[in-house]
């Protein structure tokens, strides 16, 4: 079992070494990616706290203690930090979150280090911390649930970041957003069976299953799963391109704005000159095209421009830029100098950026996937 052990202790802590390593190497550090490097940076000296526990290295023990007795009070904030740093001003960032990091400050200054302070003397120097040393499981599970707590938050702030993102950019991929929610969404699935684990042994003995050795596998393979999916992803562990520019989250309630006789008429105008420029210019086929390209195309400001999508044309900048997109694909697919074009060669031609989004979207417009549409139109 020792041997087993090991191994994965070891898999674990490569593979979370490589990925600091990448993170470390790469030239641009913007702050998201600085995050990422906390992140993992954590998770390696709890695992290698966890090697110094199995082998009795009492030094090592010492010095990664905090790393693991804070992971669940750390990585929860660290998280929520992490999503808004990817859509917000990073430069007032802490300013506004530094509150999220209080309960990690108190606990290091009242729990943690005095912890260490009696492991050195081996006796506790507070009677405050024997308690909290006879009822840990008790805090431990306090601690998962607020772990959970914020990566569930995290996750919705993603969610409604993501979904605002449509407003901006007319490409969102599944390579783009799908490292970061897999992220959140393996987090919270290992929260919780350490959650149902430490419940286990509450109720029924520790002595039955060590379930701390199943968390930790469960950990190594999160990490090796996020290392080999981000590693293989164009953005590799962090998508360069959500920092471009702060975006404001949509509001779910967003009230349609009264606009007037004199408003009407520019956007009437702006429409037109919208419109032109998608005849003449085709900017659908830029696949990076953004909402503050478009606006300066057409000689406006993006805000104007947004107001015009939604309040006038009542559709959001994502879904205008691929329906021209998609009739771009329809027309190519009708055309006989693109009979030796692949659909996914068209797609591209087009401006779509993978596979994935082009099924999706197309789909959505015609109710038919590009081969359906094909086989049922082209014959």
């Known amino acids: 079992m020792k041997l087993l052990i090991d191994f994965i202790l070891i898999g674990g802590i490569v593979i979370n070494g490589l990925i600091l390593l990448i993170l470390l190497k790469s030239k641009k550090k913007e702050?998201?990616?600085?995050?990422?490097?906390?992140?993992?940076?954590?998770?390696?000296?709890?695992?290698?706290?966890?090697?110094?526990?199995?082998?009795?290295?009492?030094?090592?023990?010492?010095?990664?203690f905090i790393f693991n007795d804070t992971i669940e009070i750390f990585v929860g904030p660290l998280l929520y930090v992490y999503i808004k740093s990817l859509f917000e001003d990073q430069k007032t960032l802490f300013r506004k979150n530094w509150l999220h990091f209080v309960p990690l400050v108190l606990y290091i200054s009242i729990i943690s280090i005095p912890f260490i302070i009696s492991?050195?003397?081996?006796?506790?120097?507070f009677n405050y911390l024997k308690v909290i040393n006879e009822s840990?499981?008790?805090?431990?599970?306090?601690?998962?649930?607020?772990?959970?707590?914020?990566?569930?938050?995290?996750?919705?702030?993603f969610y409604k970041y993501s979904k605002a993102m449509e407003a901006n950019f007319s490409t969102i991929s599944e390579t783009d957003?799908?490292?970061?929610?897999?992220?959140?969404?393996?987090?919270?699935?290992?929260?919780?069976?350490?959650?149902?684990?430490?419940?286990y042994e509450i109720y029924?003995?520790?002595?039955?299953?060590?379930?701390?050795?199943i968390t930790l596998i469960l950990v190594v393979i999160l990490i090796g799963y996020l290392g080999y999916y981000g590693i293989r992803q164009s953005k590799i562990l962090v998508p360069d391109f959500l920092i471009q520019e702060p975006?404001?989250?949509?509001?779910?309630?967003?009230?349609r704005k009264i606009v007037s006789s004199a408003e009407e008429e520019m956007f009437q105008e702006l429409q037109t000159r919208l419109e032109k420029i998608f005849i003449s210019n085709k900017p659908?086929?830029?696949?990076?095209?953004?909402?503050?390209?478009?606006?300066?195309m057409i000689s406006t400001t993006d805000k104007k421009l947004s107001g015009l999508l939604n309040q006038h044309m009542n559709i959001t900048f994502y879904d205008l830029v691929n329906k021209y997109r998609v009739a771009a694909?329809?027309?190519?697919?009708?055309?006989?100098?693109?009979?030796n074009y692949t659909l996914l060669g068209i797609a591209y031609d087009c401006g779509f950026k993978s596979k994935t989004s082009f099924n999706r979207i197309f789909k959505k417009e015609t109710g038919l996937s590009p081969s359906q549409y094909k086989k049922a139109n082209l014959g």
């Open 177 to 199: 957003f799908g490292w970061v929610r897999q992220m959140l969404i393996g987090i919270i699935i290992v929260a919780f069976l350490d959650l149902l684990g430490s419940f």
């Open 284 to 296: 659908y086929l830029d696949e990076e095209l953004t909402l503050n390209k478009l606006a300066q």
């Open 31 to 64: 702050l998201p990616k600085k995050l990422l490097i906390f992140f993992f940076g954590i998770i390696f000296l709890y695992m290698i706290h966890a090697y110094a526990e199995v082998h009795r290295i009492r030094f090592l023990y010492i010095l990664t």
């Open 119 to 125: 492991i050195l003397n081996k006796e506790f120097i």
């Open 329 to 339: 694909v329809k027309e190519k697919l009708a055309s006989k100098d693109f009979e």
């Open 136 to 157: 840990s499981m008790e805090f431990f599970t306090i601690f998962v649930v607020y772990l959970i707590a914020y990566a569930l938050f995290s996750l919705r702030l």
């Open 204 to 213: 029924v003995g520790e002595e039955a299953v060590d379930t701390s050795f």
């Open 247 to 255: 975006i404001q989250p949509l509001e779910t309630t967003e009230k």
